[in-house]
């Protein structure tokens, strides 16, 4: 059953970000290209799927969380734009394909990546289906801004590139990802229950906690991965990290020592949802998923 669903709002989410995203032949044509070429050429999807499960946690209308997704899904591909340029991670496969500058050039692709931030917070404020309070769409809006700011993942990308190079302990290296990667994970989560007026605060801060677990999980994933997984399962190429001599957590904890550490967040993601009923079960089997998968 909790498969079942979380495919059934993959599908959902690839359906509602094509009908939000401009159309390619609308003028200019080929900046909506781009953007729609960085959005809908691939992906898990995990961050939009977050916020349609943690708003099934708290029986939210589905309606009302399509907008939520796809802003913070705009985000994301706008944030993996950015980090393919030269001047970043320097990566030219994305998702099994060119990344957006490559076959777009780099010129293009940074503005793509600018129009999707900005159409991110454009949907937040003016999607109709969206739950109608002006307050909490304020709310959203300013969650999903911190998580994508200095304070969230643009601030986790200049630690992380800052830190190329040095030795991090593990304090510091659960610091710069809770920012770059954590921080967008745990908007999808509040985003997506706040889209129910009624949810209680208690729950509100489970939710968060299960966030920030799974967050750090995810990214402890990414790094076994790279230092794993081969370019063609990825998707996109492996042993970037190591090449570029970046802090991990295989590298400071080992393979395995990163694997039991993020079985660690699971289990403390498990157990932030102890006192929800069966709605939250996708969120514990979306949060297994993370920690076991091969791409």
């Known amino acids: 059953?909790?498969?079942e669903l979380i495919k059934t709002y993959q599908t959902r989410?690839?359906?509602?970000?094509?009908?939000?995203?401009?159309?390619?032949?609308?003028?200019?044509?080929n900046l909506h290209q781009a953007m729609r070429y960085a959005v809908l050429g691939g992906g898990k999807r995990i961050r939009p799927v977050l916020v349609y499960l943690a708003g099934h946690a708290v029986s939210a209308s589905l309606d009302m969380l399509d907008g939520p997704a796809c802003a913070v899904e705009f985000i994301h591909a706008y944030s993996l734009i950015h980090d393919d340029l030269p001047a970043m991670d320097n990566d030219d496969l994305r998702h099994g394909q060119p990344a957006c500058h490559k076959a777009f050039g780099e010129a293009l692709a940074i503005l793509a990546g600018d129009a999707l931030q900005a159409l991110a917070f454009q949907v937040l404020a003016q999607d109709p289906a969206m739950i109608p309070s002006p307050a909490i769409r304020l709310q959203m809006q300013g969650i999903l801004a911190q998580a994508a700011g200095s304070r969230g993942m643009a601030g986790g990308q200049a630690i992380d590139l800052a830190?190329?190079?040095?030795?991090?302990?593990?304090?510091?290296?659960?610091?710069?990802?809770?920012?770059?990667t954590g921080a967008l994970i745990r908007a999808s989560v509040l985003m997506g229950a706040l889209s129910q007026p009624a949810v209680e605060s208690t729950i509100l801060e489970r939710l968060d906690r299960y966030a920030k677990c799974i967050g750090l999980a995810f990214q402890i994933q990414d790094d076994i991965l790279d230092v794993m997984g081969d370019t063609i399962t990825l998707g996109k190429?492996?042993?970037?990290?190591?090449?570029?001599?970046?802090?991990?957590?295989?590298?400071?904890?080992?393979?395995?020592?990163?694997?039991e550490h993020a079985r660690i967040l699971y289990e403390e993601a498990l157990a932030s949802l102890e006192s929800l009923d069966g709605n939250a079960d996708p969120l514990r089997r979306i949060a297994a998923y993370i920690v076991e998968r091969a791409y």
């Open 1 to 3: 059953m909790a498969a």
């Open 237 to 259: 190429t492996s042993g970037v990290d190591r090449v570029l001599n970046k802090p991990t957590y295989p590298a400071l904890l080992g393979v395995e020592g990163a694997r």
């Open 163 to 180: 830190a190329t190079g040095q030795e991090l302990t593990l304090a510091e290296l659960e610091n710069m990802h809770i920012h770059k």
């Open 13 to 29: 989410a690839e359906q509602v970000l094509d009908q939000r995203l401009p159309a390619a032949s609308l003028h200019p044509s």
